[in-house]
């Protein structure tokens, strides 16, 4: 066999007293994609931090090409030639595409002087070449959440890369713009680099690597070509057990059931218009859609945290105003797609993200004095609910594996007992057996009669959640789906405009 572009020896990661990376020794030849696959927290991006320069294990060795090495900082990595795009966002929102792609690396022409034109050139090839509709002046804060993603990738080959690790590209792509990363990657791989691909879903990684790792707790249980092993055989050495079905029995829809929940006629200038849907309680109405449809946006304006007009009403009382505060205290629960934006705060702790929206609740006499204890105890009821990993409820976020900040996110949702509730994207970055569970929790609130809207880009769990669908198509109402009608052809006829609806 040839040389190995990396390999590591038996390496160990300690934060203070806790090993999160237990002797892992692996390699990568070069011209190969390895999937790394493994539960939330299990070790994944730490171990790929390590490998490019991030962080530096406790113990063990790193060698590039055979030869010892030890990487002090990212630009070390960079400089031998690994490259990583990291799971969470890492853009400067007032910069432009192109000053962030090539930001610590800025191009310079004669006398010193920044080649704006240049960067810019580059960054719109680098960006066509990803088929990504992005213009390279337009500012970070302006991008979507999937275009984001896709600036982060052209950061890391801008590089001359032979090794790009890839930490959970796809969590924010549909279907089409993962296809499109996928030509980019093999493209990659027929150049000879090396490429590492983190990803909570089993079939991208069928689908794109030629060997797949697995970590559990901190250690490289298995590593085998990508065809000795079937989607179920991956998912039981991820949690070391057999999973049965990932998706709850939904309960009978009931006729009976009040509705609790109207959207009439809810347009948002260059959003979405004439959007109306209503839902009974114990109902979850899947809202589906392209990236860009506007489903997200309708969240939103639900939310009041996006200008809107038309009807809202809980339990047919009609919201007084569309602002956040009326939304919250006529109990509309909330999930962002964007965690990092507008989801959780990471620089705190867990029980203080859990219990942000609910506070009040928390709140004691006339001066407010919060209630630490009963916040704790909320705290640590999500945690043992989720299966949080984390030290204690005092563990701040950025401490925490990325499927672990989005099960804190949850909570915070969750936390002030809403009678309607919007998910959108809830097992985003989550593992298998979390999945399944967000899937039960989400089914036990229906159960108890909460209205749940369930926005998801994965169709899989739509058809899995939810027994009616309003299709969204460019900001219109493309038609809804019910009962067996609930598939994903018919999502796609709709959502593409192949098909109208009624
Ligand atoms: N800076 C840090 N300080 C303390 N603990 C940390 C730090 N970074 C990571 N950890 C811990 O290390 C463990 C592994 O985290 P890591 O982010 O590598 O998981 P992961 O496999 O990438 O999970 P996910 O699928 O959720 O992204 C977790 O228990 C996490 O809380
Ligand atoms: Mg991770």
């Not at 984001?148 to 790009?164: D, N, P, S, T």
């Not at 609790?260 to 114990?282: D, M, Q, W, Y």
């Not at 969750?414 to 970055?429: F, Q």
């Amino acid at each position: 066999m040839p040389e190995a572009v990396v390999r590591t020896e038996k390496i160990r990661k300690d934060f203070s007293a806790v090993t999160v990376l237990k002797d892992i020794s692996i390699e990568l030849q070069a011209g190969e994609t390895l999937g790394l696959i493994g539960e939330n927290g299990a070790g994944k991006s730490t171990l790929m931090k390590i490998l490019s320069g991030i962080y530096q294990p406790t113990a063990g060795a790193l060698f590039i090409d055979g030869k010892s090495t030890s990487f002090r900082n990212p630009s070390d990595a960079k400089a031998a030639g690994v490259s990583i795009v990291p799971q969470e966002f890492n853009l400067c929102p007032d910069l432009s595409v192109s000053e962030n792609v090539y930001l610590g690396d800025e191009i310079k022409g004669p006398g010193g002087l920044l080649d704006r034109a240049a960067m810019r050139d580059r960054t719109r090839e680098l960006l066509s070449e990803l088929s990504a509709a992005i213009d390279p002046d337009a500012r970070i804060v302006e991008l979507s959440a999937a275009q984001k993603q896709l600036v982060e990738i052209c950061k890391a080959l801008v590089h001359e890369a032979r090794v790009l690790i890839l930490d959970e590209p796809t969590t924010v792509l549909t279907k089409i713009e993962i296809d499109s990363l996928f030509r980019v990657m093999r493209d990659l791989r027929s150049r000879g680099i090396a490429l590492v691909y983190i990803s909570h879903k089993l079939w991208e990684i069928a689908e794109i690597c030629d060997r797949v790792a697995v970590l559990r707790d901190g250690e490289l249980v298995h590593v085998a070509p990508v065809a000795t092993l079937s989607l179920e055989e991956m998912a039981r050495r991820m949690v070391g057990r057999e999973l049965s079905d990932v998706f709850p029995k939904l309960a009978e829809p009931s006729a009976e059931a009040p509705v609790l929940f109207e959207v009439e006629g809810l347009s948002s200038p260059n959003a979405f218009e004439n959007i109306s849907f209503s839902i009974r309680a114990g109902e979850i109405l899947g809202l589906a859609g392209l990236m860009g449809a506007g489903r997200t946006e309708v969240a939103e304006a639900v939310m009041g945290v996006r200008r809107a007009t038309g009807r809202i009403a809980v339990a047919g009382k009609e919201l007084r105003s569309h602002r956040p505060m009326d939304a919250v205290a006529a109990g509309i629960g909330y999930l962002s797609e964007d965690r990092q934006g507008s989801g959780v705060m990471v620089p705190f702790t867990i029980a203080e993200n859990a219990t942000l929206v609910s506070l009040p609740r928390y709140s004691r006499g006339l001066l407010g004095i919060v209630d630490r204890k009963g916040e704790a105890a909320s705290a640590e009821r999500w945690k043992g609910l989720f299966s949080i990993k984390a030290t204690s409820t005092d563990q701040c976020l950025e401490e925490l594996s990325g499927g672990n900040q989005q099960k804190v996110s949850l909570a915070k949702s969750l936390d002030p007992e809403p009678k309607v509730l919007i998910v959108d994207e809830p097992t985003r970055g989550v593992d298998v057996g979390a999945k399944r569970d967000i899937y039960r929790l989400i089914a036990d609130l229906a159960a108890k009669g909460i209205a749940i809207i369930f926005i998801s880009s994965e169709l899989e769990e739509v058809i899995g959640m939810c027994r009616r669908v309003l299709v969204m198509r460019e900001g219109r109402a493309a038609g809804f789906l019910e009962g067996a009608a609930v598939n994903e052809e018919e999502i796609m006829y709709l959502a593409t405009g192949i098909r109208e609806g009624v």
